[in-house]
């Protein structure tokens, strides 16, 4: 069993920047790849970037390209997403999720509670 708990979510405005970090329980963390998701109210949870193992290969959305970037630490289980230029429309629940490392969220069995990220415009 892999527990996942995510931190750094907050309020910040239009233009700056957070890092969100995701710590896993258990050693089987180096072995799989991780993602992060968000979801915003009323819509459903999307994909936004994920790591392989080795942290060699990278994904993003589109919508998020140029602006977040996912980093792993195998050392201390943990997973980071540095997001930068921040948005209002970033504005969701952000989860880390671990399995494949596919964009599709049925690809990952074990996810985080969540952090909220809010951008004030």
């Known amino acids: 069993q892999v527990q996942l708990v995510e931190s750094g979510g907050g309020l910040v405005q239009a233009g700056d920047s957070l890092r969100l970090s995701c710590t896993a329980s258990?050693?089987?963390?180096?072995?799989?790849?991780m993602g992060w998701f968000r979801q915003a109210p009323g819509k459903e949870r999307e994909f936004v970037a994920s790591i392989n193992w080795s942290g060699g290969s990278l994904g993003y959305a589109k919508s998020v390209k140029g602006r977040f970037t996912i980093s792993r630490d195998n050392a201390k289980y943990t997973v980071y997403l540095q997001m930068n230029s921040l948005k209002p429309e970033d504005t969701a629940v952000y989860y880390c999720?671990?399995?494949?490392?596919?964009?599709?969220?049925?690809?990952?069995?074990?996810w985080g509670q969540g952090t909220q990220v809010t951008v004030s415009s």
């Open positions: 258990g050693r089987t963390f180096s072995r799989y790849a």
């Open positions: 999720a671990l399995g494949s490392g596919s964009p599709s969220l049925y690809d990952y069995d074990y």
